[in-house]
């Protein structure tokens, strides 16, 4: 029985030589409706910033999650659960694993938890791909809808350069890398298939589409001027030029970078003003080190998703600005970096050696007897695969979903032609899975669970949302009023407490009642205990304990809430060392409870790190006015009036602002007083 499912697993047809637009191999309707699912989702979610935002994310997991279930009810209604054979399964669901165990040790589980159930959709996609029924003419459909779907993308970069006033190609990307990356895909996969298919067997139709979109794909490629994404096409067109002859793995690139480097284009414009446009755009170099940092100190991982939220205590200064630690690195830049910080070094290195076991059954896969189409296909959606590859490790591509798919896609895809090839071997797996009701309704049950694990960060966002929208309209109550609908839905995420803590604080401003500042510490508390990595967290408690200490009535009451606020910013400082505003905060609550040598030691320990915080200097100034010390007061005014006098007129951001304001918080006046 075995035997015959593994023979069934591909009709006749399916074993036919593929012979182009008009060959004998037809796909089934069925076959046909399920890649225009796929292909359907491919072109829907870059729609909308390019996927990344809640609402196309919400509908791709749900379709996947619906399209498994199906699956599986075809399984048990076959009486059989058919597995394709590939030595990719394994280290795919060992991956999972990894992640997934990374939530016990996660520093903010939540969002652990939210990156785990994105993996698994990735997974659930690379399984319903992967086992796919596909013939030769559902193949070359698929391959030509990856292909349609560059072109159109490409031809709205085009329009927005061109026509729309854009500085760089994005497409329906948020980024312009991430869009480049999409294109770089596009050219090598048209131009492997113009490379290698017989022009004799295919119509004007399928000669039209693949050179129009070759020649679009790569004129928006030009125009995103994406440096990383030129280095990564570099790597793409090397590998292309080494399956056809060593002659042209040195020719391909090598033409490429003298075209770029001779011809005036956009992207050679770029590289020569990028210092100009981007200040920080020579800091990555700094940011790998500090990933480095982080992946010495954690080297079993922070949990998936916490890189960000670990950048707190890992800034690093950028010399000749206003703000030297003023900016945190949420991303390495390199996506590698950020699997070994969030998974460890052991999830690093399954990842990479997935990546070898694939890049080895593509290997097996051209030593095979491919017909012209299918050879030039394999080569190109593994160049394109091999571009994102080689893009993420200078970007942060794997944090973009349309590039995650089309990556998952292209990967597949060269997989799947080897079952085209003779002599590969058996293809499947047959897995007893018969009907019973009780099988049937624990799949509803999973099902639905699925659901309503995917709905849940989209339905508190929506509540977010529109508490912030009731916010900015001035409705304090009603702003409450959603983002506690918003923490009901999704209650370990930090970011729906805090807006809870500050609406609590705009309705204390508004009505004077204490009772409104309680809850927000009740808030930030909690926050605080979902989120230990945040700096800003023990900070903001550190303000509200200040806040109610005004409206102490006895004098121990006050003290008590000052020291609590005291240990807010040590805790703050502890996880966020390179702040400035803690430092102060702290430094005028010990002079407050007339400690002032340990506030002038904080005060200078603020400005080892921060020289142009004015607000430090001029508070040190007071104090060693206080305590008699003029001449540290007069060196700390002197340096006021140099450095204000350095950055004036100069264009400052609302943080600069800050660092060059030296007017006192009001709160720090009323607890000295």
């Given at each position: 029985m075995h035997k015959d499912i593994h023979l069934s697993a591909f009709d006749a047809?399916?074993?036919?030589?593929?012979?182009?637009?008009?060959?004998?191999?037809?796909?089934?309707?069925?076959?046909?409706?399920?890649?225009?699912?796929?292909?359907?989702?491919?072109f829907f979610v870059p729609l909308i910033d390019g996927g990344t935002t809640y609402l196309p994310i919400l509908i791709l997991r749900l379709v996947l999650i619906a399209w498994l279930t199906i699956r599986i009810f075809r399984s048990l209604r076959d009486g059989t659960l058919i597995l394709y054979r590939s030595p990719m399964l394994l280290p795919v669901v060992v991956f999972l694993g990894v992640a997934s165990i990374g939530i016990w040790h996660s520093s903010y589980t939540a969002v652990s938890i939210q990156g785990v159930v994105g993996l698994f959709m990735y997974t659930v996609f690379f399984f319903l791909l992967f086992h796919q029924h596909y013939l030769r003419a559902s193949l070359r459909v698929l391959t030509l809808g990856i292909i349609s779907l560059g072109l159109l993308e490409g031809l709205l970069g085009v329009i927005q350069y061109l026509w729309l006033g854009e500085i760089r190609a994005k497409g329906t990307f948020f980024n312009p890398n991430m869009f480049a990356a999409y294109e770089a895909v596009t050219v090598i996969l048209t131009l492997s298939l113009l490379a290698w298919m017989k022009w004799t067997e295919h119509g004007w139709a399928d000669k039209g589409l693949i050179g129009t979109a070759f020649g679009i794909s790569l004129l928006a490629f030009v125009m995103a001027q994406s440096r990383g994404a030129l280095g990564a096409l570099l790597v793409a067109l090397l590998f292309v030029g080494l399956c056809r002859s060593w002659k042209l793995s040195i020719f391909c690139p090598l033409a490429m970078l003298i075209a770029v480097i001779t011809f005036p284009n956009p992207i050679k414009q770029?590289?020569?003003?990028?210092?100009?446009?981007?200040?920080?755009?020579?800091?990555?170099?700094?940011?790998?080190?500090?990933?480095?940092?982080?992946i010495a100190d954690h080297?079993?991982?922070?949990?998936?998703?916490?890189?960000?939220?670990?950048?707190?205590?890992?800034?690093?200064?950028?010399?000749?600005?206003?703000?030297?630690?003023?900016?945190?690195?949420?991303?390495?830049?390199?996506?590698?970096l950020q699997m070994a910080v969030e998974l460890g070094v052991g999830g690093l290195v399954l990842f990479v050696v997935g990546v070898g076991i694939w890049g080895w059954e593509v290997k097996e896969v051209l030593r095979r007897d491919l017909s012209s189409w299918e050879r030039g296909t394999v080569v190109g959606v593994s160049g394109?695969?091999?571009?994102?590859?080689?893009?993420a490790a200078v970007d942060s591509l794997f944090h973009e979903?349309?590039?995650?798919?089309?990556?998952?896609?292209?990967?597949?895809?060269?997989?799947i032609v080897k079952?085209?090839?003779?002599?590969?071997?058996?293809?499947?797996?047959?897995?007893?899975?018969?009907?019973?009701?009780?099988?049937?309704?624990?799949?509803?049950?999973?099902?639905?669970?699925?659901?309503?694990?995917?709905i849940q960060p989209a339905a508190a966002w929506f509540a977010y949302e529109q508490g912030n929208t009731a916010s900015q309209s001035g409705h304090i109550e009603q702003a409450g009023q959603w983002y506690h609908r918003a923490i009901l839905i999704d209650p370990g995420i930090t970011a729906y407490r805090?807006?809870?803590?500050?609406?609590?604080?705009?309705?204390y401003y508004a009505s004077g009642d204490p009772q409104r500042l309680i809850s927000a510490v009740d808030e930030m508390v909690i926050a605080q205990q979902l989120n230990p990595l945040d700096g800003r967290t023990p900070s903001r408690l550190g303000m509200l304990y200040v806040l109610l200490a005004k409206r102490a009535v006895s004098i121990d009451r006050r003290e008590?809430?000052?020291?609590?606020?005291?240990?807010?910013?040590?805790?703050?400082?502890?996880?966020?060392?390179?702040?400035?505003?803690?430092?102060?905060?702290?430094?005028?609550?010990?002079?407050?409870?007339?400690?002032?040598?340990?506030?002038q030691v904080l005060l200078a320990q603020c400005l080892d790190y921060e020289p142009n915080f004015l607000p430090a200097r001029a508070l040190l100034a007071q104090l060693a006015t206080e305590t008699g010390h003029n001449e540290i007061a007069h060196a700390q005014h002197t340096a006021i009036e140099r450095i204000q006098a350095q950055y004036k007129g100069r264009a400052v951001s609302p943080l600069e602002r800050r660092f060059l304001s030296v007017d006192l918080n009001a709160r720090d006046q009323e607890i000295k007083e």
């Open positions: 047809d399916s074993l036919q030589p593929f012979n182009g637009l008009h060959g004998q191999s037809r796909a089934p309707r069925g076959d046909l409706n399920e890649i225009g699912i796929l292909l359907g989702l491919m770029r590289v020569l003003t990028v210092s100009d446009q981007d200040q920080y755009a020579y800091t990555r170099f700094d940011i790998w080190r500090n990933s480095l940092n982080r080297p079993l991982g922070t949990g998936l998703g916490t890189y960000k939220h670990l950048s707190f205590k890992y800034r690093f200064p950028l010399e000749d600005e206003i703000a030297r630690y003023g900016k945190r690195a949420e991303s390495a830049h390199n996506e590698y394109g695969a091999l571009v994102i590859l080689a893009h979903p349309a590039l995650v798919l089309l990556l998952i896609l292209c990967g597949s895809t060269a997989l079952r085209f090839a003779t002599s590969c071997g058996p293809l499947t797996w047959a897995i007893p899975f018969p009907y019973h009701p009780a099988r049937a309704v624990l799949v509803c049950l999973l099902a639905t669970a699925s659901a309503l694990l995917v805090d807006a809870a803590a500050r609406i609590n604080v705009s309705g008590d809430l000052l020291a609590q606020a005291a240990r807010a910013y040590e805790g703050a400082i502890n996880v966020d060392p390179f702040s400035p505003f803690n430092y102060v905060e702290l430094g005028a609550i010990r002079w407050r409870q007339g400690n002032s040598r340990e506030a």
